[in-house]
């Protein structure tokens, strides 16, 4: 993932020096002025892509605290993934590794992060 920072660090470098180095001329007159905007902005979305993943709360090591977290989870979020509600649910005391496969399933839905959907 920091790859990605920096290479997303050293094109948002280019695009200010290609700014900095273009003629007034070339400027005003506007020309490819809307591709660049979609450009800068898709760099600026996939920044801010990169930044609100290393937000994400971890899963716990702890096979006891991810167990937890999945309780609390499940008492307090009205929200929850029908997938993961109807594993839950069963009626039957989960495994650890079943534990831990529902708690990247809400991990990979973005469920811990408040800019995705869940």
């Known amino acids: 993932m920091s790859d990605n920072y920096a290479q997303l660090d ?15 001329a ?3 007159s506007g020309r490819g002025a809307g591709e660049a905007a979609k450009k800068v902005r898709a760099l600026i979305e996939t920044r ?11 899963i716990p090591s702890n096979a006891g605290d991810r167990r937890l977290l999945l309780e609390i989870l499940m008492r307090n979020t009205s ?5 993961v509600r109807m594993a839950y649910g069963a009626g039957k ?12 399933k809400l991990v990979q839905r973005g469920f811990f992060s408040s800019s995705k959907k869940k």
């Open 48 to 58: 801010l892509a990169i930044h609100q993943e290393k937000l994400v709360t971890p």
């Open 26 to 28: 070339e400027i005003l």
């Open 10 to 24: 050293r094109i948002l470098s280019g695009v200010e020096g290609s700014v900095v180095a273009a003629k007034d």
């Open 93 to 104: 005391r989960l495994s650890n590794q079943e534990v831990s496969v529902l708690l990247r």
């Open 79 to 83: 929200t929850m993934p029908r997938e």
